[in-house]
């Protein structure tokens, strides 16, 4: 039986109230996930962890996979809204490699189950696909702004001109990315403690010794 959906997400007539049940129905798809992972968290578990019926949420999604890549969009759109303005307020080299680290980090400490839900929703998609299914390019797609802002700052005398942007911004992403499977089977890991350790190790490779 086909259910009638509301407005798409890009629809402008969709009301304050449908935006704000799809938002409500996110966060709770998120909590659900990041609490009994991802095979557990059926639509009807998610909708009652806000009191509302299963049908509402097929209201609004066309499915569990539909779903899924909003939850995923929505932690994207919110992690580069923390990020993005704190890494482009700084002017100097050293202080953007600093800041880019240690503002994906505590995004990713602050948002815990953020974080904990994409991994959960990405193995899901890796062993429904197979390996075929996954991108290889990936790393490198997540580096590539960091890429520019390496060179930018490489040309402005702001950071050694003798690493290679690409090989270096891959390794800064590479640290920052191995951190949300931690989360999601350590409770006890520390983001901190870690975020200092890798900061300080990517500050002196990257940084004009005077």
């Given at each position: 039986?086909?259910?009638?959906?509301?407005?798409?997400?890009?629809?402008?007539?969709?009301?304050?109230?449908?935006?704000?049940?799809?938002?409500?129905?996110?966060?709770?798809?998120?909590?659900?996930?990041?609490?009994?992972?991802?095979?557990?968290?059926?639509?009807?578990?998610?909708a009652k962890r806000i009191g509302i019926s299963r049908g509402l949420i097929s209201y609004h999604f066309e499915g569990k996979?539909?779903?899924?890549?909003?939850?995923?969009?929505?932690?994207?759109?919110?992690?580069?809204?923390?990020?993005?303005?704190?890494?482009?307020?700084?002017?100097?080299?050293?202080?953007m490699v600093r800041v880019y680290i240690e503002s994906n980090l505590a995004f990713m400490r602050e948002h815990r189950n953020?974080?904990?839900?994409?991994?959960?929703?990405?193995?899901?998609?890796?062993?429904?696909?197979?390996?075929?299914?996954?991108?290889?390019?990936?790393?490198?797609?997540?580096?590539?702004?960091?890429?520019?802002?390496?060179?930018?700052?490489?040309?402005?005398?702001?950071?050694?001109?003798?690493?290679?942007?690409?090989?270096?911004?891959?390794?800064?992403?590479?640290?920052?990315?191995?951190?949300?499977?931690l989360l999601s089977v350590d409770a006890e890991f520390d983001i901190d403690a870690y975020a200092k350790e890798i900061t300080?190790?990517?500050?002196?490779?990257?940084?004009?010794?005077?």
């Open positions: 039986m086909a259910v009638e959906r509301g407005p798409s997400p890009a629809d402008p007539e969709r009301t304050f109230i449908e935006t704000a049940r799809r938002a409500q129905i996110v966060a709770a798809a998120i909590d659900t996930i990041a609490e009994v992972g991802y095979a557990h968290a059926s639509l009807g578990r998610i996979d539909d779903l899924m890549k909003e939850v995923i969009g929505e932690v994207l759109a919110q992690a580069r809204a923390y990020m993005e303005p704190r890494i482009l307020a700084e002017s100097t080299g050293t202080g953020y974080l904990i839900a994409v991994v959960e929703i990405l193995r899901h998609r890796v062993a429904a696909e197979g390996l075929r299914g996954v991108r290889g390019d990936r790393p490198q797609v997540a580096a590539r702004p960091l890429v520019d802002l390496l060179a930018r700052f490489q040309a402005a005398g702001e950071l050694r001109e003798d690493f290679d942007p690409r090989a270096m911004a891959i390794a800064i992403r590479a640290a920052i990315d191995a951190v949300p499977p300080g190790v990517f500050e002196r490779a990257t940084r004009i010794d005077k």
